[in-house]
């Protein structure tokens, strides 16, 4: 890992994932994922978790079914946690610490803000909807906008385009492995912020490594000043 104080480059721009990183989606889908798994009669071992962490449902889905050597195919799979979801998002669904005082501080310091998630647009929709979080982005790339899902840089190297600036002036927040070498392969400034399963993750060439979503390491890597950080 780099010194987040090593950098020269001017960030003028921070994309962040979603699941695991802005809301606690990723604790939800491992227990959605696992009451599927347990409706057919097998377990969800933590080296299926880390394997479909961060990829795009189809590809995940597919994971699940080529481990287990299920019947269903990823659609009907998709369906039956669609479900599930509809009930717990509305109990269940929420911001990840750090995530409002550090929306609101970008906001204060005019600093654009995007979203880049291997989720779909309809759940990513529901999830944004929830805390009327959508408008607060200037946009929202979902696994529809690209072919080639994370680990690939594809939809990182998109935000950057779509952010008018060079992906190495774009910081991306990410909390699994695959997303942040998607980020660092696209040339982003990369920082992991791990929680729950990616705790135990790698996190080869990023920047650094927060505790949370208010490490004032991020703050200090984007030249925002102090007063800028709400606490809480």
């Known amino acids: 890992m780099q010194n987040p104080t090593e950098s020269t480059t001017e960030l003028r721009a921070v ?6 990183l802005m809301f606690n989606t990723e604790q939800l889908y491992q227990e959605v994922d696992r009451e599927v798994l347990s409706r057919r009669g097998k377990d969800f071992p933590e080296a299926l978790c880390d394997r479909m962490m961060g990829r795009k449902a189809s590809v995940a889905l ?8 299920l019947d269903d195919t990823w659609e009907q799979l998709a369906g039956e946690i669609a479900e599930l979801f509809a009930d717990l998002l509305p109990l269940r669904l929420a911001p990840m610490p750090g995530l ?10 005019a600093i654009p803000k995007a979203i880049a998630t291997s989720s779909g647009r309809e759940f990513v929709d529901r999830v944004l909807e929830q805390f009327s979080l959508k408008p607060r982005f200037e946009f ?10 994370k680990p690939e840089p594809d939809v990182y190297r998109l935000a950057a385009q779509r952010l008018g600036i060079p992906s190495k002036q774009m910081m991306v927040l990410e909390d699994s492995q695959i997303g942040c070498q998607a980020a660092v392969a696209a040339g982003a400034y990369t920082v992991a912020v791990p929680h729950g399963r990616s705790l135990e993750h790698e996190f080869a ?28």
């Open 140 to 149: 929202v790339l979902t696994s529809e906008d690209i072919q080639h899902g």
């Open 205 to 232: 060439n990023v920047q650094f490594k927060a505790d949370s979503l208010a490490d004032p390491r991020i703050a200090a890597a984007l030249q925002m000043p102090p007063a800028a950080v709400p606490s809480g």
């Open 100 to 109: 409002l005082p550090l929306l609101e501080a970008l906001e204060r310091t």
């Open 15 to 20: 994309t962040f994932d979603l699941d695991g």
């Open 62 to 69: 597919q994971i699940m079914i080529d481990w287990h050597q």
